[in-house]
């Protein structure tokens, strides 16, 4: 089972111990307690421990919980989409990733549920950790003495303070280890006992602790009235912090007591102060962004008469003047040229992590609008271009007529060579990429189509018209 999944949560953790005369351990206490106790949590979100619902199917990824009482955890509140999570039926467990949280009583896994994982009354557990950052001020100095801090470990019956699952009343030892333990005042290693009872309040109440110890070292003392801190954790090896408790409800914290001592060369103790620490649901915020595409089609930077929006060594034609977003009016064609061009400019923006892809076709080739007579698409220098594959076009054919299209780049990827053209496809069905992002991207792209039309001696007199049709599509 993984251990330490981590969620930023603000810890309000406060205390301002008093001075305390009581017994514990035999030992009467007349010493001053340290002052400004605390105990910081790197992590304070409440560990999850729910249960599997009924009507869970193998294969599906798709979990329903247990909304009884059997589990401290009794919802999909404080699951979140990334936990690690680790479902089954006694030692039997099954490792998933939450993808998505669908409501109060049902989640979405990563992949689909195993046959240890459907079993009704099963347990569903997401560990939450912390490394503790634990800062008192001692009042006091002994010589070869011991810094201890005690963390409530759990007192329900039928729980297992050390098994790695999330406790109800208390921190599981989890993972913690010597190694974890960073002493004050640069003190010796530290040891990382058993639970300890501590008999406290009035009336009475003993409670169960996990003890942490710090020595001074050998003929060293701490100082008087200098903060330190003992840090209890690092990396994997930290306490698991506890879940929410049966008895309690969501939203309100669950506060648990620690407690700091210190102990003489003779493990007698000097002085100690509590504390407490509160943990609690994290709380899930959601938004939707709706998905966006906009794709315009504008004159902007082509209606400059022998601008070289078309590529080096080319120029835009009289017409340039009148294209429009909608409209490339070419008016009288000079016959036996390439210089017949025309361009509009092409944007595109969206959302979709999966970027976008704009294709063109033509509805037909170019028709004179009153006898029909077509002016052909073009096949560029001696037949070398379609509307799969571009080619050079430097000159204008003696036999027929063409016409075709090349894009010049702004700031999008686009599938053409600078100077080379193509005929547009006719209909849907040949359709072509012309601008590509397989990507999010990261502001407005934008390129240039440029329109050429050639025409022979022996083309038909007459207003030619053709239709292009653009579509811009994103991936979602």
Same mark, same amino acid.
């Given at each position: 089972?993984?251990?330490?999944?981590?969620?930023?949560?603000?810890?309000?953790?406060?205390?301002?111990?008093?001075?305390?005369?009581?017994?514990?351990?035999?030992?009467?206490?007349?010493?001053?307690?340290?002052?400004?106790?605390?105990?910081?949590?790197?992590?304070?979100?409440?560990?999850?421990?729910?249960?599997?619902?009924?009507?869970?199917? $193998? +294969?599906?990824?798709?979990?329903?919980?247990?909304?009884?009482?059997?589990?401290?955890?009794?919802?999909? +509140?404080?699951?979140?989409?990334?936990?690690?999570?680790?479902?089954?039926? @006694?030692?039997?467990? /099954?490792?998933? %990733?939450?993808?998505?949280?669908?409501?109060?009583?049902?989640?979405?896994?990563?992949?689909?549920?195993?046959?240890?994982?459907?079993?009704?009354?099963?347990?569903?557990?997401?560990? &939450?950790?912390?490394?503790?950052?634990?800062?008192?001020?001692?009042?006091?100095?002994?010589?070869?003495?011991?810094?201890?801090?005690?963390?409530?470990?759990?007192?329900?019956?039928?729980?297992?303070?050390?098994?790695?699952?999330?406790?109800?009343? @208390?921190?599981?030892?989890?993972?913690?280890?010597?190694?974890?333990?960073?002493?004050?005042?640069?003190?010796?290693?530290?040891?990382?006992?058993?639970?300890?009872?501590?008999?406290?309040?009035?009336?009475?109440?003993?409670?169960?602790?996990?003890?942490?110890?710090?020595? $001074?070292?050998?003929?060293?003392?701490?100082?008087?009235?200098?903060?330190?801190?003992?840090?209890?954790?690092?990396?994997?090896?930290?306490?698991?912090?506890?879940?929410?408790?049966?008895?309690?409800? *969501?939203?309100?914290?669950?506060?648990?007591?620690?407690?700091?001592?210190?102990?003489?060369?003779?493990?007698?103790?000097?002085?100690?102060?509590?504390?407490?620490?509160?943990?609690? *649901?994290?709380?899930?915020?959601?938004?939707?962004?709706?998905?966006?595409?906009?794709?315009?089609?504008?004159?902007?930077? %082509?209606?400059?008469?022998?601008?070289?929006?078309?590529?080096?060594?080319?120029?835009?034609?009289?017409?340039?003047?009148?294209?429009?977003?909608?409209?490339?009016?070419?008016?009288?064609?000079?016959?036996?040229?390439?210089?017949?061009?025309?361009?509009?400019?092409?944007?595109?923006?969206?959302?979709?992590?999966?970027?976008?892809?704009?294709?063109?076709?033509?509805?037909?080739?170019?028709?004179?609008?009153?006898?029909?007579?077509?002016?052909?698409?073009?096949?560029?220098?001696?037949?070398?271009?379609?509307?799969?594959?571009?080619?050079?076009?430097?000159?204008?054919?003696?036999?027929?007529?063409?016409?075709?299209?090349?894009?010049?780049?702004?700031?999008?990827?686009?599938?053409?060579?600078?100077?080379?053209?193509?005929?547009?496809?006719?209909?849907?069905?040949?359709?072509?990429?012309?601008?590509?992002?397989?990507?999010?991207?990261?502001?407005?792209? /934008?390129?240039?189509?440029?329109? &050429?039309?050639?025409?022979?001696?022996?083309?038909?007199?007459?207003?030619?018209?053709?239709?292009?049709?653009?579509?811009?599509?994103?991936?979602?």
């Amino acid at each position: 089972m993984k251990k330490g999944i981590f969620k930023t949560l603000a810890l309000f953790v406060l205390i301002l111990p008093a001075y305390l005369t009581f017994f514990a351990n035999k030992n009467q206490i007349n010493s001053i307690p340290p002052k400004n106790v605390r105990d910081v949590l790197s992590n304070s979100q409440l560990s999850y421990y729910g249960g599997v619902g009924n009507g869970n199917v $193998a +294969n599906d990824s798709i979990l329903k919980l247990d909304l009884g009482t059997s589990f401290p955890s009794r919802t999909s +509140n404080n699951l979140f989409v990334g936990d690690t999570i680790a479902i089954g039926l @006694g030692g039997s467990q /099954s490792i998933y %990733t939450v993808k998505d949280i669908g409501d109060t009583k049902t989640i979405m896994l990563n992949t689909g549920l195993s046959a240890v994982a459907i079993p009704y009354g099963g347990s569903v557990i997401s560990t &939450r950790s912390a490394i503790h950052t634990v800062y008192f001020e001692p009042q006091v100095n002994a010589a070869n003495g011991f810094w201890q801090f005690l963390i409530k470990a759990t007192s329900t019956s039928g729980e297992n303070h050390s098994d790695k699952i999330p406790d109800q009343n @208390g921190f599981d030892a989890g993972a913690l280890t010597v190694g974890a333990v960073t002493c004050p005042f640069g003190g010796g290693a530290a040891t990382v006992g058993t639970t300890m009872a501590v008999t406290s309040g009035s009336p009475s109440v003993t409670s169960y602790y996990h003890v942490v110890q710090c020595p $001074a070292g050998a003929g060293n003392t701490n100082p008087v009235g200098v903060g330190g801190s003992m840090i209890v954790g690092v990396g994997n090896s930290m306490l698991i912090n506890p879940s929410r408790s049966k008895s309690s409800a *969501e939203g309100n914290a669950d506060v648990l007591t620690f407690i700091v001592r210190h102990l003489d060369s003779g493990s007698l103790l000097l002085d100690q102060a509590f504390g407490k620490i509160a943990v609690v *649901e994290s709380v899930r915020v959601t938004a939707t962004v709706d998905p966006t595409l906009t794709f315009t089609i504008d004159n902007t930077g %082509t209606t400059t008469i022998g601008s070289t929006a078309c590529g080096a060594g080319t120029s835009l034609a009289s017409g340039a003047i009148s294209t429009t977003s909608d409209m490339v009016a070419f008016g009288s064609l000079t016959i036996g040229t390439t210089g017949n061009q025309l361009a509009q400019r092409l944007s595109c923006i969206t959302n979709a992590s999966g970027g976008y892809v704009v294709t063109a076709y033509e509805a037909g080739v170019m028709k004179n609008i009153n006898t029909a007579t077509t002016l052909p698409n073009t096949t560029c220098n001696g037949g070398g271009c379609t509307y799969t594959t571009a080619a050079a076009w430097t000159t204008a054919s003696t036999t027929k007529s063409e016409f075709g299209y090349t894009m010049t780049n702004i700031s999008s990827s686009i599938p053409f060579t600078p100077g080379h053209f193509k005929a547009f496809g006719i209909g849907p069905a040949q359709a072509q990429n012309i601008m590509v992002r397989p990507s999010l991207p990261s502001g407005t792209e /934008s390129a240039y189509v440029c329109y &050429r039309v050639t025409v022979h001696t022996g083309q038909e007199a007459g207003d030619y018209e053709g239709k292009i049709v653009y579509t811009a599509t994103a991936t979602f």
